[in-house]
């Protein structure tokens, strides 16, 4: 079965930072958007970013834009999201997710077919 695994959550002070890791066991297929979504109580689950596997071309969220980075490691199925400048609004869970097709945007929530358990940013004030 595959499911990405994250980890690198944790809590911190507004203005610092945090770097989350995600790796996916999919040595049997291909991969073509690693992408990252958080969901903040009582709202609904909302992409931060993504990246294309093969290129390396990334999204972002215009939340996150200029203050997350993401990028990979291809050879170790590793997708990284580091955070900096952190804001309390930006705490939530953090669900790392994997889109074997890439036959839509890489916002679109849908065609990502595996998602990891999450983990808790938070950030305080």
């Known amino acids: 079965q595959v499911q990405p695994v994250e980890s690198g959550g944790g809590l911190v002070q507004a203005g610092g930072s945090l770097r989350l890791s995600c790796v996916a066991s999919?040595?049997?297929?291909?991969?073509?958007?690693m992408g990252w979504f958080r969901q903040a109580p009582g709202k609904e689950r909302e992409f931060v970013s993504a990246?294309?596997?093969?290129?390396?071309?990334?999204y972002y969220a215009d939340s996150v834009k200029g203050r997350f980075t993401i990028s990979k490691d291809t050879a170790e199925n590793t997708v990284y999201l580091q955070m900096n400048r952190l804001k309390p609004e930006d705490t939530a869970v953090y669900y790392c997710?994997?889109?074997?097709?890439?036959?839509?945007?890489?916002?679109?929530?849908?065609?990502?077919?595996?998602w990891g358990q999450g983990t808790q940013v938070t950030v305080s004030s």
């Open positions: 999919v040595r049997t297929f291909s991969i073509y958007h």
């Open positions: 997710a994997l889109d074997r097709y890439g036959l839509g945007p890489p916002t679109n929530e849908p065609q990502y077919t595996y």
């Open positions: 990246i294309t596997w093969d290129r390396g071309v990334p």
